[in-house]
């Protein structure tokens, strides 16, 4: 089975994809969007769950996403048209360097899509093309909470310790004005909720031709996790303003 259709499946029952519970985003997203007007930008939005959210408490709200993969795209505009919120968002199928918009934006969200710019700082560079002067970046990417295993360095990346990620964000020419560490029930409920809904979609369909190959991918994952990176891994949402006087 091809890994966008695995990924669908694992997020049936968590559609935001990072470890963060629905008070969490909610209470990132007012801390991101606090006029509750702003025209928001979302790099590597996938299925635009974060979006979506922000559209339906935030009426004043306009917003675009931009993604790579075509499936993830029709299946934000099937949703924001079953919620009543298609007017309001704009999609793009291109890669995020490729996306150039007539004006900035007051808020660019990337959460979990580090890895497809390289990295966390590159990440805030390309939010940065697209971001208002006064504007805000809603952030998240993982770091490391203890010493990872060589397992999960090849596994999550090069990753750093929390005090590292943030001097790393500040030195750039990021102020965080709010942030959330993801607490050990979110992020054991988000692997949870991923493999458990891989597995059970195995079970469920046992003559499916890749069903013993979905189920065994499901083990596979749920081992990595608990045997490699449970222990070490964390994952930090930051919203940041511009430092004065940096570029």
Sequence with gaps: MHREEISRI????????????????RDLL???LPRGDERVLDLGCGTAEWLLRALATR?????????????????ARDAADE????????????????????????????????HAFGGLLPTLAAARAHLAPSGRILVGDGFWERPPSPEAVDMLGDLAPLAD?????????WT??????STRQELDAYEWACWGS?????????DHPDSAEVLETAALRRTEWLRSYRDSFGFVCLVLRRTPGTA
């Excluded at 009426?59 to 299946?75: N, Q, T, Y």
């Excluded at 298609?86 to 995020?96: S, T, V």
């Design 10 to 25: 694992a997020h049936a029952g968590h559609p935001v994809k990072a470890p963060l519970g629905d008070d969490s985003v």
């Design 30 to 32: 007012r801390h991101a």
């Design 59 to 75: 009426p004043g709200v306009r917003a675009e996403g931009v993604d790579i993969s075509a499936d993830a795209l029709a299946l």
């Design 83 to 114: 919620r009543g919120l298609g007017e309001r968002l704009g999609l793009h199928h291109r890669p995020a360097e490729e996306f150039a918009a007539k004006e900035p934006f007051d808020v660019v969200v990337s959460v979990g899509a580090a």
């Design 165 to 173: 990620t943030v001097e790393r964000v500040t030195a750039a020419g």
């Design 176 to 181: 965080p004005v709010h942030g959330h560490i």
């Design 198 to 206: 891989v597995a059970a979609w195995a079970l469920d369909h046992p």
